[in-house]
């Protein structure tokens, strides 16, 4: 078997015995040593093949916590709305949208975002219907807790003005009571059940596309948050076959049905795919005012936002989970959703002896002060996203007010009162780079460096934090971090190379960074092409 030493101009293994190297050995995907480049040349013996990095920086393999794969294989192919500043740039795009954007005869499209449009007021049916009378059109916001659909969507899902509002999802109405054509959170599936599915060979080229990106951007592992059973099923034939160039730790979609076929198949652990926890959730997002509040937003007296389900519900599918030995991971993003997920996760956690599960609370968003230490105290792990707060910082203040924002996205106040973080993406909702997320988690400002000394600056994270924060913590997160999240001998050989130092260089050399390299149990699955490293 070849080993491989690899020599870079910093190794940063996260091992506190030897925090710093000049090189390191690979041998049968894990490490065989870690040190000066002399040394581990003569670990690996004569005939190692030797690659030079040069002045490009080795860290443990970058982990996103919290993504969704089959959303970012999507998102890759359908109509990209990302950006478009009015309804007018929307429709357009959907006039030019690539075939791969139908589903059958549905147009699909994902990424608008009416907070950046004149107004900042939802769209309506009228416009699509303008364009598109009988092509039956399903575009999902940003956050993906709305939907933008046509008036021929609204009858193929038998949508009229009698049609109730469904329990934790609500159907937009105009003065007349008629549907406007946007459905939030659980309004969503009233539509999307009727969508026509994408075909095994649009899935296939999905998932592809989708785990190539996330190698190119230097992630060794995505931790899927809430698998359908189909990609599940997809997944473990390829892994089965040696084909996933990155590791998945998939939690099991436990908000539909497919949740019963789960915990009767318990969990899973493959040899670069496991499924050892599932995810719910219970209320919206902030953007499109579904995220649960104790009290009411800020710019719109009297909404509280939503909860998907009842707190009764959400707590005896936790329970069933946990006695099966799930992990339990609840999305939570308003204060009263963060306040019923922690008192929920404690109080099953300790009704079935599953402290040990570590148990997630997935965004812990914005949270009361008391919450943020209970969370803390608990040891639940707080998996958070960074670049959620540098997307939200413009409008947060005007959904919230000033009070509630001193307990939202408040990544050092969740570290300091004990809570594990583990940072993600949520992609396809923000771009998978994680370059980005180490930068907005050090700095909480956009790419320009707006606002001056960062959003909120005092639950900035340094460096070091940060980096440990896609490593590290996502490690621990998964039960791996006897395998992963340090770079030492006998450990999983899962490493990222950068073309700056995360941790040293300035924040701001983050926003034009490389990746060079992505390795995963010692397989080269990304090398950039204007970058490669030397073999000497």
């Known amino acids: 078997m070849e080993t491989t030493v690899y020599v870079a101009r910093r190794i940063r293994t996260l091992d506190a015995g030897k925090p710093e190297a000049e090189a390191l050995a690979v041998r049968r995907g894990r ?72 589903q059958g005869d549905w147009l699909i499209g994902k990424g608008w975002d009416q907070n950046g449009w004149p107004g900042q007021g939802f769209p309506g049916r009228a416009e699509l219907d303008a364009r598109f009378p009988r092509t039956p059109v399903y575009l999902t916001r940003v956050d993906h807790h709305a939907a933008w659909v046509n008036g021929e969507a609204l009858r193929r899902a038998g949508i009229t003005r009698e049609t109730p509002d469904p329990a934790g999802g609500r159907i937009l109405r105009d003065a007349k009571g008629e549907p406007t054509g946007v459905l939030v959170d659980n309004a969503m599936d009233v539509v999307a059940k009727v969508v026509s599915p994408p075909t095994d060979e649009q899935l ?82 902030l953007g499109s005012r579904g995220a649960a509040l104790h009290e009411a937003y800020s710019d719109a007296p009297g909404e509280t936002g939503l909860l998907l389900m009842e707190p009764e519900e959400l707590e005896a599918r936790a329970l069933a989970f946990m006695q099966r030995g799930f992990q339990v991971c609840i999305h939570a993003i308003g204060d009263r959703a963060n306040t019923l997920v922690v008192d929920t996760l404690i109080r099953a956690g300790a009704a079935t002896g599953t402290k040990a599960l570590r148990h997630r609370v997935e965004h812990a968003q914005i949270l009361r002060p008391e919450d943020i230490e209970k969370l803390g105290a608990a040891g639940l792990v707080a998996s958070v996203q960074p670049t959620h707060a540098t997307s939200d910082m413009g409008w947060a203040e005007t959904r919230l007010g000033v009070e509630r924002l001193k307990g939202s996205y408040a990544w050092r106040s969740l570290k300091e009162a004990g809570a594990v973080l583990a940072l993600g993406s949520d992609f396809p909702i ?69 073309s700056v130092d995360p941790v040293s260089d300035e924040a701001k050399a983050l926003v034009d960074a490389t990746v060079v390299a992505t390795v995963v149990a010692g397989r080269e699955v990304h090398l950039h092409s204007t970058t490669l490293p030397t073999a000497l």
């Not at 500043?85 to 949208?97: F, H, K, N, P």
């Not at 370059?435 to 639950?459: H, I, M, N, S, V």
Request: include cysteine; charged fraction near 25%; aromatic fraction near 6%.
């Open 430 to 498: 923000e771009n998978p780079d994680v370059l980005a997320g180490l930068y907005a988690a050090r700095t909480r400002q956009d790419a320009a460096g707006r606002p001056e000394g960062g959003w909120l600056p005092r639950e900035r994270l340094t460096g070091q934090e940060a980096l440990e924060g896609f490593t590290v913590g996502p490690a621990w997160a998964s039960f791996a971090e006897e395998r992963r999240g340090r770079l030492a001998e006998g450990m999983d050989a899962d490493f990222t190379v950068l």
């Open 31 to 102: 490490v065989l040593a870690v040190g000066t480049k002399a040394e581990v040349l003569e670990a690996a013996g004569e005939g190692a093949r030797v690659v030079d990095f040069g002045s490009a920086v080795v860290v443990p393999g970058l982990v996103d916590a919290h993504a969704h794969l089959a959303g970012l294989g999507r998102s890759l192919t359908v109509a990209r709305l990302e950006g478009a500043g009015s309804v007018d740039e929307v429709i357009q795009r959907l006039a030019d949208a690539p075939s791969t954007s139908f």
């Open 204 to 285: 296939e080229a999905r998932l592809s596309a989708a785990l190539e990106r996330c190698a190119r951007v230097g992630l060794t592992g995505v931790h899927d948050a809430g698998m359908d059973l189909r990609t599940f099923r997809l997944l473990q034939t390829w892994d089965m076959a040696g084909r996933l160039p990155v590791r998945v730790y998939a939690m099991a979609d436990g908000q539909g049905e497919e949740r019963h076929t789960y915990l009767e198949l318990g969990t899973y652990g493959g040899r670069m795919l496991e499924m050892k926890s599932v995810k719910f959730l219970l209320d919206g997002a």
